[in-house]
């Protein structure tokens, strides 16, 4: 049984800065492409960013592009989201997403596993 737990949401003001974790538990997660995707009240879940299962690449919605970075720490099992100049925009329940595709990760309804959401709230 596959256990992704985030931690590190919370209220931030524009212009701020937020460090997501998300902890996995129950498979090899060094097989894994990880990722994180955010939702907003009424919306569908949108893709923000993804990392191979070695760390060696990284991709990126358009919209977080140059203010988020994704990494992760394999002897930790643990992936992260550094989220800088936030922007009131930003304001979402943020998941974390694990796959065995680097591609497929990218589509809601291709992921593997999910974690269960940490609120992301940025104050203008």
């Known amino acids: 049984q596959v256990q992704l737990v985030e931690s590190g949401g919370g209220l931030v003001q524009a212009g701020g800065s937020l460090r997501l974790s998300c902890a996995a538990s129950?498979?090899?997660?060094?097989?894994?492409?990880m990722g994180w995707f955010r939702q907003t009240p009424g919306k569908e879940r949108d893709f923000v960013a993804a990392?191979?299962?070695?760390?060696?690449?990284?991709y990126y919605a358009d919209s977080v592009k140059g203010r988020f970075t994704i990494s992760r720490d394999n002897a930790k099992n643990t992936v992260y989201l550094q989220m800088n100049s936030l922007e009131p925009e930003d304001t979402a329940v943020y998941f974390c997403?694990?796959?065995?595709?680097?591609?497929?990760?990218?589509?809601?309804?291709?992921?593997?596993?999910w974690g269960q959401g940490t609120q992301v709230t940025v104050s203008s």
């Open positions: 129950g498979r090899p997660f060094s097989s894994y492409a």
């Open positions: 990392i191979t299962w070695s760390g060696d690449a990284t």
């Open positions: 997403a694990l796959d065995r595709s680097y591609f497929a990760i990218r589509i809601e309804t291709s992921v593997d596993y």
